[in-house]
């Protein structure tokens, strides 16, 4: 099984701030790395998909890199509704992994 | 618009047993692969189960696997999850999730996903 390791679990920034999340796979993922943001008490919101590609309706601060076993997830200007809970999850192959989460807290 | 709106969550006692069920509407739903994914409270998100469009071909995650089956009604745009001998660390909401593409039999990526359910395994 691929494992996938979010090694920040927790960060606090401030509005306006640049923030990158990070995520690595266990093995080579080519681009099949997601995003995911959830808020407390509510559903995972799909964000990026295949490493890079921005989900209709998400803002463009949002943008995601990487291949192969290195991924990022980037927040250009930090707003205050960003505050919240990022999973990534590879879809290389079943079992479709996820990472462990890397909260967003306010600074 | 897509919704999917999953029901059959509770309380139940280890051992016991529960049905869940998602319904969707908004997309041509035979097309689609789904998936269940689950989150026990405080904790992260955990992937279940997938099932092909067809639903002919089916994936579990080793923790449920031998106790949980994932099934689909294409004729009623319904999804389910048949969970038997539940244990404690089985409590969690559940979530059924929409793959966003076709391209693959388990789908490549989850979007959009429903409110959840949430099930209590204790006695």
Do not use: H
Not at chain 1, 38 to 63: C, D, M, N, T
Not at chain 2, 19 to 39: D, E, H, K, N
């Amino acid at each position: 099984d691929i494992q996938m390791t979010q090694s920040t679990s927790s960060l606090s920034a401030s509005v306006g701030d640049r923030v990158t999340i990070t995520c690595r796979a266990s093995q080579s993922i080519s681009t099949y790395l997601n995003w995911y943001q959830q808020k407390a008490g509510r559903a995972p919101k799909l964000l990026i998909y295949a490493a890079s590609s921005l989900q209709s309706g998400v803002p463009s601060r949002f943008s995601g890199s990487g291949s192969g076993t290195d991924f990022t997830l980037t927040i250009s200007s930090l707003q205050p509704e960003d505050f919240a809970t990022y999973y990534c999850q590879q879809s290389s192959s079943p079992p479709l992994t996820f990472g462990g989460g890397t909260k967003v807290e306010i600074k | 618009e897509v919704q999917l709106v999953e029901s059959g969550g509770g309380l139940v006692q280890p051992g016991g047993s529960l049905r869940l069920s998602c319904a969707a509407s908004g997309f041509t739903f035979t097309i689609y692969p789904m998936t269940w994914v689950r989150q026990a409270p405080g904790e992260g998100l955990e992937w279940v189960s997938s099932l092909s469009g067809s639903g002919g071909r089916t994936y579990y995650a080793d923790s449920v696997k031998g106790r949980f089956t994932i099934s689909r009604d294409n004729s009623q745009n319904t999804l389910y999850l048949q969970m038997n001998s539940l244990r404690a660390e089985d409590t969690a909401v559940y979530y059924c999730a929409k793959s966003g593409d076709s391209s693959s039999w388990f789908g490549r990526w989850f979007d959009p996903w429903g409110q959840g359910t949430r099930v209590t395994v204790s006695s």
